[in-house]
């Protein structure tokens, strides 16, 4: 029988420091509340949170054959993400980002980039897919997986009867003849507000998440900040309620989303259960600094549930 997840896509190393409401100019340290070094992506910020909410997780990805790479590597373990699949490019760096938040939760971004955005889609990871119960393709956008093997890779993994989600890195130019080809074999099509926009041209998200289910999506989960989430599932439409928390750093919320919902699938939750549970997921990593914020384990986070309140303002707002 299959089991865990396997996500694929882009892997970087994020520094967050918190709060940077204005840069010093001198050598005189700032006190600051919060720096956190850790493994992020949409793939591997994506394992980071599931492995944390108790699943069996595996990544593909790439790193560089420098320290980031090794703290990637290193941070990925020590939470038990099987690293196997994940190639270290010699002579490349890691992607990396420095991220400066404010208090007021804005970030100014510097970003490195390097080998992450180009994992291997080579045999090991397609028997891996296969292998799985969880797809996670977190590859659009990437300039070596665009145009590349990743649809035939996804129709194999649902072939073996896996449940595949995806998201993605960066809309590039050709994102839309892209996301044409992969979604037919998607189950969860997991993209931002302002990707959604961006790809179907449209700033109505029930006609973005439609277009998306013309393309193939089977189901299409539009995350929209602290205006929730706009569900398409079964061809109905459901607005599902952000929980009410006070966010410091926003930065892994959406990939934690995407973590949440397919750990909760995993314990047999309905999908519309599950996005509350991702929503709640979410809500805890942004109420700490980097990719797990303050996220504890499923248990813990199912409790949380219970104690915030639901946002007021409507997904479709």
Not at 119 to 140: E, G
Not at 182 to 189: E, G, M, N
Not at 206 to 223: E, M, N, P, Q, T
Request: glycine share 12%; net charge negative; charged share 20%.
């Amino acid at each position: 029988m299959n089991s865990g997840l396997l996500a694929i896509g882009l892997t970087t190393l994020d520094i967050n420091a918190y709060p940077v409401d204005a840069l010093t100019h001198t050598e005189r340290a700032v006190l600051i509340k919060g720096l956190v070094c850790a493994p992020a992506g949409t793939a591997a910020g994506a394992a980071l949170v599931a492995a944390k909410l108790g699943m069996k997780v595996a990544l593909a990805g790439a790193v560089g054959d420098d320290m980031n790479g090794l703290f990637v590597r290193t941070g990925l373990e020590s939470l038990g993400v099987d690293t196997r699949l994940v190639a270290t490019r010699a002579g490349e760096a890691t992607s990396s980002t420095l991220l400066a938040v404010e208090s007021d939760g804005r970030r100014s971004s510097y970003h490195r980039p390097g080998a992450g955005g180009a994992p291997p889609l080579d045999a090991a990871v397609v028997a891996a897919a296969r292998a799985s119960r969880f797809v996670h393709y977190a590859a659009i956008g990437g300039a070596t997986t665009d145009g590349g093997p990743g649809a035939e890779l996804l129709a194999a993994a649902k072939a073996a009867g896996a449940v595949v989600t995806c998201d993605l890195i960066s809309p590039r130019r050709g994102a839309v003849e892209e996301i044409a080809r992969i979604l037919p074999h998607v189950d969860y099509f997991m993209p931002s507000a302002a990707e959604a926009v961006f790809l179907s041209g449209s700033e109505d998200l029930s006609a973005a998440a439609r277009r998306f289910a013309d393309l193939g999506a089977a189901a299409c989960l539009i995350k929209n900040g602290r205006r929730g989430v706009l569900a398409l599932i079964d061809g109905a439409e459901q607005l599902v309620p952000a929980f009410a928390v006070d966010p410091i750093d926003t930065t892994s919320c959406g990939d934690s989303f995407c973590a949440g919902f397919i750990a909760a699938l995993d314990r047999g939750w309905a999908p519309l259960d599950a996005c509350r549970f991702a929503g709640m997921t979410a809500g805890l990593v942004a109420e700490g600094v980097g990719t797990l914020g303050a996220l504890q384990d499923f248990d813990a986070t199912v409790a949380a549930m219970d104690r915030y309140p639901s946002a007021v303002e409507p997904a479709r707002a």
